[in-house]
């Protein structure tokens, strides 16, 4: 089994800036997809960002040129860089990890950890 820990969220101005971290234990595996998506209050889950084992990236369109992900050189920490921060990104957001074993996905989640961007 993967154990996803996330760290990094709280409360921010607008404007400011956050870095969440979530990493990664357990049976972990070398080809995986790993980042965020989020939940707001009254919406559906989105994703956020995430990362490829080869560094391939992914945005959502709310987060472009706003929001960077990246890895550790371990490749078992993600870091998302959240920058310009707008109270439209209040939201839990959840670290997930996917990988291939035996050719097929498996699929794991984090916590959640809590971003309220507010004056």
């Known amino acids: 089994q993967v154990q996803l820990v996330e760290s990094g969220g709280g409360l921010v101005q607008p404007g400011g800036s956050l870095r969440l971290s979530c990493t990664a234990s357990?049976?972990?595996?070398?080809?995986?997809?790993m980042g965020w998506y989020r939940q707001a209050p009254g919406k559906q889950r989105e994703l956020v960002a995430n990362?490829?084992?080869?560094?391939?990236?992914t945005y959502g369109d709310d987060v472009k040129g706003r929001f960077t992900i990246s890895r550790d050189n371990g490749k078992i920490t993600v870091y998302l860089q959240m920058n310009s921060l707008k109270p439209e990104d209040t939201a839990i957001y959840y670290c997930?990890?996917?990988?291939?074993?035996?050719?097929?996905?498996?699929?794991?989640w984090g916590q959640g950890t809590h971003v309220t961007v507010s004056t």
């Open positions: 997930n990890r996917r990988q291939i074993r035996s050719w097929t996905w498996i699929d794991y």
């Open positions: 990362i490829t084992d080869s560094g391939t990236t």
């Open positions: 357990g049976n972990t595996r070398s080809i995986y997809v």
